[in-house]
Nanobody, 126 residues
């Protein structure tokens, strides 16, 4: 069973950098025909889910084009953690932030999120 837990400050001031950490237990990077990507997703109040990006390793990191210029995702395998940094935040970045695992079946177009963290609310306000 894979478990993911987000942690980080719940309040960030405008123009600062939002930093969140996801701690993973019970997960691996590959299993059989599957690669796993460690994923960040957010949901602003009253809006739908927005994919931020994901990481498999230091080479395979992918970002949403709309957030790419402000986003950095990294991981520390020794701690079973991956992190999100979102710079120059504004109140529009207020959202519940989720970490998750995306499963990719090698050689196919199959991608699916199979595990989610509970989410953490980050408010951007002065």
């Amino acid at each position: 069973q894979v478990q993911l837990q987000e942690s980080g400050p719940g309040l960030v001031k405008p123009s600062q950098t939002l930093s969140l950490t996801c701690t993973v237990s019970g997960g691996s990077d590959t299993a059989g025909a599957y690669y796993y990507y460690w994923t960040w997703i957010r949901q602003p109040p009253g809006k739908g889910l927005e994919w931020i990006g994901y990481i498999h390793d230091s080479v395979n990191v992918y970002y949403s084009p709309s957030l790419k210029s402000r986003t950095s995702i990294s991981r520390d395998t020794s701690k079973n953690q991956f992190t999100l940094q979102l710079s120059s935040v504004t109140p529009e970045d207020t959202a519940v932030y989720y970490c998750a695992r995306t499963a990719y079946r090698v050689g196919s177009n199959y991608y699916a999120i199979d595990y989610w963290g509970k989410g953490t609310l980050v408010t951007v306000s002065s």
